[in-house]
């Protein structure tokens, strides 16, 4: 598995147009989750560092 960042080059500024975007892929390159936009790469990477440092014991709530 990868991240993946990028920007977001569809739609207008107010819709995400030039944001950065996180996307997680499989080995198959296949997306198994992605993030929402951000103005800041600093604050897409940062996302990115939040996701990996969880782990087994990060409950899972269902609602």
């Not at 920007?7 to 944001?19: H, N």
């Not at 975007?21 to 790469?41: D, F, H, M, P, Q």
Request: hydrophobic share 35%; charged share 25%.
């Amino acid at each position: 598995m990868y991240f993946e960042i990028y920007r977001q080059t569809r739609g207008i500024a107010q819709t995400g147009k030039g944001q950065w975007r996180w996307r997680l892929r499989a080995g198959n390159n296949e997306t198994i989750a992605s993030g929402e936009a951000y103005v800041n790469k600093a604050d897409c990477v940062h996302a990115i560092s939040l996701i990996k440092g969880t782990h087994d014991q990060t409950p899972v709530k269902e609602i």
